[in-house]
């Protein structure tokens, strides 16, 4: 049973246009929804985290939207640039455990 | 963020012989460090969860006694793949936990078996 649904598995931008990528859970439990990047051959890296208490969070032009009745959250990436193409994941965790969850991925190519 | 090291970045062993992977974190403590595998162009699946001081909890199929893992101090984790095979050929990533509840990755090892 997987727990976090990612959607589009992959996704071509133009520069300068908004990228978006959506989550959806199951598991009532989750409290914390992370987004990574990962470049091929690297670690994923922590661009933006939210949690249940907000509907919104921007860092940059990295926005989380979080819907709690809904169980949905996306990640929206404003004027995307070709170094923005990389992978991006959404996990989801709950509890002390701090255990993540991951999405399957989503591969972002942004066009010059 | 905080930083998390993670050595070696890649390495080619033989089939039967073993490798330890390495993960620190390099300015903050860590009680809690996860291992995951990851296959091409898939999603991160979780191996183990390490804890200072005591024995690492493993995922459901994960066998213990061909990944051991060891969590000797607040800021060292190693993951040793035992008798390795082929089918172990993965990208293996460490993370670790920070105080605020944020976990961050290291860069990962390339484990190719011959």
């Known amino acids: 049973q997987q727990q976090v649904k990612q959607s589009p598995q992959s996704l071509i931008v133009q520069k300068g246009g908004i990228s978006i990528i959506n989550c959806a859970y199951e598991n009532t439990a989750f409290d914390y929804f992370p987004w990574y990047q990962q470049f091929p051959g690297k670690g994923p890296a922590l661009l933006i985290a939210?949690?249940?208490?907000?509907s919104e969070k921007k860092e940059g032009r990295f926005t989380i939207s979080f819907n709690k009745s809904a169980k949905q959250f996306s990640l929206h990436i404003m004027d995307s640039q070709p170094g923005d193409s990389a992978t991006y994941f959404c996990a989801a965790s709950g509890g002390s455990n701090y255990k993540l969850t991951f999405g399957k991925g989503t591969l972002l190519t942004v066009n010059p | 963020g905080a930083v998390v090291s993670q050595h070696p970045s890649w390495v080619i062993c033989k089939s039967g012989t073993s490798v330890k992977i390495e993960c620190r974190s390099l300015?903050?403590?860590?009680?809690?460090m996860f291992w995951y595998r990851q296959f091409p162009k898939q999603s991160l699946m979780l191996m183990a969860t390490?804890?200072?001081?005591?024995?690492?909890?493993?995922e459901q199929g994960v066998e213990k006694d061909k990944f051991l893992i060891n969590h000797a101090s607040l800021t060292l984790s190693t993951l040793t793949v035992t008798s390795a095979h082929p089918e172990d050929s993965s990208f293996y990533i460490c993370?670790?936990?920070?105080?605020?509840?944020?976990?961050?990755f290291g860069s990962g090892t390339q484990l190719s078996v011959l």
């Open positions: 390490s804890n200072e001081g005591s024995k690492a909890t493993y």
């Open positions: 993370s670790a936990k920070e105080n605020n509840e944020k976990l961050f």
């Open positions: 939210i949690r249940p208490d907000v």
């Open positions: 300015d903050f403590q860590a009680t809690t």
